[in-house]
């Protein structure tokens, strides 16, 4: 072990940083990321709660300036929190989330990965109960969110003078992807405030379900499709509208089973979004799902045990569609807990 002192000179000798001396790589590349990620969701899975945080922060420790990297642990923080019934654990996962968030804010100088903090950053809020916090961080950006589409359509512009297609399409693709999904994850919030407004809530599942046809998202992405299900089925069933809300849990039962079992869970376009795959692959951060496909089987059956549907939980439909996503789970992964 020489001096500290040499290290310099070991360093200058040898035409390597002292990071390489040491074999420290204080930075990250979005595969190496992509592997971690991975790992460590399944160690959320299959080795406990416990386990899997003091991994992650042991990781933290060792790539304290990888700040993509840090934007995925406050990811998997978010996602797992709660398999700890602790609200004191909770509390202070979040606030180690927060954390994390501000040291990258602070930071870094990646724009993509400060704004994705931003947004991360505002959810902890949320989970958090800081709703004022969230409303501060985000209020000015969303007012003006029309410069953000103003300059997506500027951008595709500036592609199709320079007779850039590929460019132009990926970029529309992309900006028809996301604003395709948001309109449908911001339907489900609309559903929730108009909990009470029978007439808006019909409307508003009426048209959603109209979009998801129109897009094809029940093949494109069944995650958004089965939200918007379950959650449509809620309300349907708090107005008592019950074989509307079993047809609405049918969907969301289909959509379930696509996600696990044909789609294995993974991000993917289609025919006609065809270059979504290749941008995704480029701006993905390395990110795959945010939980392992354990977790995420307890919490496609566990819906089916939300209180709002104890009218209808001895309803034959009910059972067999409870029963047919319980008989869907694979053998590998049965029996398995947190």
């Known amino acids: 072990m020489p ?43 299959e080795n406990g709660f416990d386990y899997a945080m003091d991994e992650c922060r042991g990781l933290v420790k060792q790539y304290y300036s990888c700040y993509r990297f840090l934007f995925t642990i406050c990811c998997l923080y978010i996602n797992h929190y709660n398999m700890t019934d602790d609200e004191n654990v909770q509390k202070n996962i979040l606030a180690e989330a927060s954390e994390l968030a501000g040291h990258i ?46 300059n997506q359509t500027v951008l595709i512009q500036a592609y199709q ?22 309109a449908i994850s911001i339907a489900i919030l609309y559903l929730v405030s108009n909990a009470g407004n029978k007439e ?66 993974t991000i993917h376009g289609d025919e006609y979004f065809d270059l979504f795959e290749e941008w995704y692959a480029e701006y993905s951060m390395g990110l795959g799902t945010p939980r392992n496909e354990t977790l995420v089987w307890e919490s496609a059956i566990g819906a089916f045990e939300n209180p709002v549907f104890e009218p209808v939980k001895e309803n034959k439909k009910f059972k067999a569609l409870k029963n047919k996503l319980q008989a869907d789970v694979p053998k590998d992964i049965q029996g398995e807990g947190r």
């Open 161 to 182: 003078m320079l007779g850039d297609m590929k460019k132009a399409n990926k970029t529309s693709q992309m900006g028809l992807y996301v604003s395709v999904f948001s």
């Open 200 to 265: 808006v809530c019909d409307e508003t599942i009426t048209r959603t379900k109209k979009l998801i046809e129109i897009y094809k998202i029940d093949e494109l992405n069944p995650n958004v499709a089965a939200n918007f299900y379950f959650q449509a089925a809620v309300i349907k069933c708090s107005h008592g509208d019950y074989n509307a809300a079993l047809g609405l849990l049918e969907q969301y039962a289909d959509n379930a089973h696509r996600l696990l079992i044909v789609d294995k869970i």
């Open 105 to 150: 804010l602070d930071n870094c100088k990646d724009i993509r990965v400060y704004n994705d903090t931003l947004a991360i950053n505002a959810i902890v809020a949320l989970l958090a109960g800081r709703p004022a916090d969230v409303v501060n961080s985000l209020e000015d950006a969303m007012n003006n969110s029309y410069m953000y589409l103003s």
């Open 3 to 45: 001096d500290i002192m040499i290290l310099p000179q070991l360093a200058a000798f040898y035409d390597i940083t002292i990071d390489e001396l040491m074999g420290y790589e204080p930075q990250l590349g979005n595969e190496q990321i992509n592997k971690i990620h991975e790992k460590l969701k399944q160690s959320f899975a």
